[in-house]
């Protein structure tokens, strides 16, 4: 498994941070080769992304949402990936954007890709065009401020 963890301070309050990041359908604008994210319902997204020239799709289900503090997920079909997003309120106008995420590199390809860190420098740029793209809006182009909650496994 592929594991990445990487934090960004962006200089706006932890609300506007965290109801930017609830808006998945925008990351495209931030995220590269990330082509769409459709939000089905509350807490199913469709991927869709250009990884190494090749299309990929997958399902995510978020398994956790607690606003201003932590959204997790994990792929419910295609390539297994998960993670968490967390949001730690430095002062009035900073939050601490954490990102940890894991994945199953499939192929040669994908597995020499992180042995050389191409998916790091790829967080690390998506985290930071995150970052520019909030601190040039100043406000969040929406929110939704609902909650999911990890159900007990048994």
């Given at each position: ?76 079909s295609g390539q297994p990936n998960s993670g968490v997003v967390s949001f730690q309120r430095v002062d009035d106008s900073t939050t601490r954007v954490t990102l940890d995420l894991e994945w199953d590199p499939e192929g040669v390809l994908e597995n020499v890709g992180d042995l050389l860190g ?37």
């Amino acid at each position: 498994m592929g594991k990445i963890e990487h934090s960004i301070d962006v200089n706006v309050p932890l609300s506007t941070a965290y109801n930017q990041w609830t808006q998945f359908e925008e990351f495209p604008k931030f995220m590269t080769g990330i082509k769409e994210v459709r939000q089905l319902d509350a807490k199913t997204l469709e991927w869709t992304a250009k990884v190494l020239g090749r299309e990929q799709s997958w399902t995510a289900e978020v398994s956790e949402q607690i606003p201003d503090e932590r959204i997790a997920w994990h792929s419910t079909s295609g390539q297994p990936n998960s993670g968490v997003v967390s949001f730690q309120r430095v002062d009035d106008s900073t939050t601490r954007v954490t990102l940890d995420l894991e994945w199953d590199p499939e192929g040669v390809l994908e597995n020499v890709g992180d042995l050389l860190g191409f998916d790091d420098r790829q967080v690390r740029g998506d985290l930071k065009r995150f970052k520019e793209f909030i601190e040039a809006r100043g406000k969040e182009t929406g929110a939704w401020r609902g909650e999911v909650r990890q159900t007990p496994t048994s």
